[in-house]
């Protein structure tokens, strides 16, 4: 009621506000006291606190008023806008009664159409009275991609790169087209300047450097993750409907060009997408749901949380293609195959192979022609060699009929059903007979003894893992450790490849050197090997170094290398049985020898909780400490 | 000093430093025409890329792909997206055309407004004159989109 009263209240005083005017001779005064009006009503709905100006300006709340997350001083039309949104609402109205230039693509109406649109129906601004500007520009691409439904795409990690775990999300705009290879993506990600792989890294995560959106076609956007970077990806559709999707895109045009700091771990692609989706809908709350940091799949879960997602589908990677292609074939096949992209074979000879039958020698061309790819994406064959070969399997093939049966390569687990990225962990110890109870943090992501469902096998990836002990009988609290970063990749060889397994890790840790004396000391470990997964288990084996500093040494530092065998066992995804041998010979700064051996069994409750039992033991000098720890973790967002 | 070398030689073993950050250039009308990225396959590069999420293009807004540097088609040359298309995804609808099968293919057929119910007759064809219309390893986009064209004329 009171609603609609004000309702009649705005239209009475507008309608004398019209007789006003209208008996006015001059335009221009027409559309100076029109100008007022406008902004009058504006101040008096308070469309500044609306949330809808706020998405469309990037504003967050801060302990006192508001700052937008947009860097860019392209992006505000009042000075103060970044900071006052009720300023940037009145400079914005007042920037439409500016004439157009030239370009009249360059008109506030046209650069910041999504919120010319919303103040017009919010406002019900009478068009006549502002002046024209034709936005060509937008209206060009807006025909080209013509966007209809939406879904948003999560590349995930690609072979041998945990760190990559991360992922990445990008939005795909879809047309009139049924296939989505014909549809735009839309990514938001950072503008690198320097060469220097370090550098990047740094300035990557500390906002150095600044991120834009880009709009590409799909097609272009599958090919670098799903060829050339081989990642699985995982497109989400969303039920967006036609007008939401159009709200999104208007929005999308306001960025082009305009940029914001980047930071990677909490202004970073996915959050900036976030802020796309609420411009489609904003009844929806994504971007208030995120404090510290934000994990790529994190905000794949609240996307599906809001209901918005309407079915998961998955596109396999160049490097899970020729995995599957190999299931069809025996050893001596993918030797064939092999060869064919060596140059070793003629593809024709395939085809005379009287031992083959038409079925394995489609599959064999098939894997062929994808292995060919596969290694020209990797630079290991030049485009002259690459094209040759790869006509000339594809020639071979062509005369074997067409796969009348599209065999579908089965989806994995898909990432958001993984267990979530924070994890607290209580656990009880007995260490060297002393009792003690310990409280562990760590803020992200997966270990090599978590569940691997919606994760790759093999790959670990912590940060700042925080563990804390108390020993019952000293009533003592101590830091057990600070891991800052753990990485392993625990990448299987098979018949095509030979990969490098790896292992970073930098922290800080305790260690007893002696049987009185602990401390903790900084340490960094690198090491590289083999690894090997078959049906009875994943082995692997590292030659690790590691350089530690503290109080703990005498010289206060020892640098040493080692051996690290280790073997995990994945039962049936509820259980995994897992070994470790390790031996480390300090031979800088304080010199002595460790040996370790430890091994457990977790025990996964459900998808968010994990029951661990660990036994170790080592020898350090000639003392053994040995540990047996239960942990109870829990993961949650 | 040798423990001392080898130890800090094992520390390093895994960090490679080598980075280039080529932009994104498309080489090319034919086969193996792809946009190139910068190598990453080292860690650091990984890593780097990782904390980037790293696309590297300098067009904001890449609607088109371009097709400036190759030869257009004499048949069709007003379907612009055509022409990126097939530029851009050329090995991919070589490879679709002779399994006779997928997604790059479907999305070829329904540019050209071939009706999905004589889309098995049209992919046979394709598979069944695969070197009339890729006639060399050096084909180029005018010359496949002119083939396929002729051979849907002929019945």
């Known amino acids: 009621m009171f609603k609609r009263r004000m309702h009649l209240k705005i239209i009475s005083a507008y309608v004398f506000f019209m007789f006003f005017i209208s008996s006015s001779a001059s335009a221009d005064l027409d559309r100076a006291s029109y100008k007022n009006y406008l902004k009058k009503t504006a101040v008096e709905k308070a469309l500044f606190n609306k949330r809808y100006w706020h998405i469309l300006l990037h504003y967050k709340k801060k302990f006192s008023g508001y700052e937008s997350f947009i860097d860019d001083p392209k992006f505000f039309l009042n000075p103060e806008g970044k900071y006052n949104p009720e300023k940037e609402l009145l400079s914005t109205i007042e920037s439409f009664f500016e004439e157009p230039q030239e370009n009249a693509n360059l008109h506030p109406r046209c650069r910041f159409i999504a919120r010319y649109e919303w103040l017009k129906e919010e406002l019900k601004i009478d068009e006549s009275f502002i002046p024209q500007a034709k936005c060509d520009e937008f209206e060009d691409i807006f025909l080209r991609v013509n966007p209809k439904s939406a879904s948003l795409i999560f590349p995930a990690s690609y072979p041998n790169s945990p760190a990559s775990m991360f992922g990445h999300t990008l939005i795909r705009l879809e047309g009139e087209y049924r296939s989505h290879l014909l549809a735009y993506a839309v990514n938001y990600s950072a503008i690198p300047e320097d060469d220097f792989a370090l550098i990047y890294t740094f300035k990557g995560i500390f906002g150095y450097y600044k991120g834009i959106f880009t709009a590409l076609p799909y097609y272009d956007k599958v090919r670098e993750y799903s060829d050339i970077e081989r990642r699985d990806i995982w497109e989400y559709n969303l039920n967006l409907k036609e007008h939401e999707v159009k709200k999104m895109f208007l929005h999308l045009w306001e960025l082009k060009d305009i940029y914001q700091f980047y930071y990677f771990f909490d202004e970073n692609c996915s959050y900036n997408i976030l802020f796309l989706l609420e411009s489609a809908r904003p009844n929806i709350n994504l971007t208030g749901r995120f404090k510290f940091w934000v994990i790529p799949v994190d905000t794949i879960r609240i996307v599906i949380d809001e209901g918005l997602v309407e079915k998961v589908i998955y596109r396999p990677s160049i490097h899970s293609r020729v995995a599957f292609i190999s299931s069809f074939l025996e050893r001596n096949e993918l030797k064939i195959a092999e060869d064919v992209v060596k140059g070793k074979i003629n593809p024709e000879e395939i085809l005379k192979n009287q031992n083959l039958t038409v079925f394995k020698k489609q599959k064999i061309l098939e894997l062929s022609a994808e292995l060919l790819q596969y290694e020209y994406y990797k630079k290991v064959l030049t485009k002259e060699y690459y094209q040759k070969q790869y006509y000339k399997v594809l020639v071979a093939r062509s005369t074997l009929p067409i796969s009348v049966e599209e065999v579908v390569l089965q989806a994995p687990k898909s990432p958001e059903k993984g267990h979530e990225s924070t994890r607290l962990s209580f656990g009880l110890g007995m260490f060297n007979s002393k009792n003690y109870l310990q409280f562990s943090i760590r803020p992200a992501y997966h270990d090599l003894y978590n569940s691997d469902d919606g994760y790759i096998e093999g790959s670990q990836i912590v940060f700042t893992d925080l563990s804390l002990r108390y020993f019952l009988a000293d009533k003592r609290f101590t830091l057990q450790s600070l891991k800052l970063i753990d990485i392993v990749s625990l990448a299987s060889f098979d018949y095509f490849n030979m990969p490098f397994s790896w292992r970073v890790k930098t922290g800080f840790e305790r260690k007893q050197l002696t049987i009185k004396k602990d401390d903790i000391f900084y340490n960094l470990t690198t090491g590289g090997g083999l690894s090997y997964k078959s049906t009875i288990g994943h082995m692997f084996l590292l030659l690790n170094g590691a350089i530690e500093l503290g109080g703990v040494y005498e010289k206060d530092y020892s640098i040493g290398f080692g051996l690290e065998m280790g073997f995990i066992k994945n039962i049936s995804g509820f259980s995994k049985l897992f070994a470790n041998i390790e031996t480390m010979h300090y031979v800088m700064g304080d010199e002595y020898n460790v040996f370790k051996g430890c091994f457990g069994q977790s025990f996964y409750i459900n998808k968010d909780v994990e029951v661990r039992l660990t036994f170790e033991r080592q020898k350090i000098f000639n003392n053994y400490f040995s540990n047996i720890e239960l942990t109870l973790n829990y993961f949650f967002q | ?155």
């Open chain 2, 1 to 155: 000093m040798k423990k001392v070398l080898f130890a800090l030689l094992i520390v390093l073993i895994s960090v490679n430093l080598s980075f280039a950050a080529n932009a994104r250039k498309n080489a090319g009308c034919g086969l193996g025409a792809m946009l190139i990225n910068p190598n990453n396959d080292t860690l650091v590069g990984n890593l780097a890329m990782t904390f980037l999420n790293g696309t590297f293009g300098t067009q904001t807004f890449g609607i088109t792909t371009g097709t400036s540097e190759c030869d257009k088609p004499t048949h069709f040359v007003k379907n612009e997206k055509v022409q990126e298309f097939v530029v851009a995804n050329m090995d991919n609808l070589a490879k679709d055309i002779v399994i006779g099968r997928g997604e790059t293919l479907d999305s070829f057929a329904e540019l050209l407004n071939i009706p999905v119910e004589e889309r098995p007759a049209f992919y046979a064809k394709l598979h069944d004159n695969f070197v009339k219309i890729f006639v060399s390893e050096n084909v180029q986009m005018a010359e496949v989109i002119d083939n396929v064209i002729s051979e849907m004329s002929k019945n």
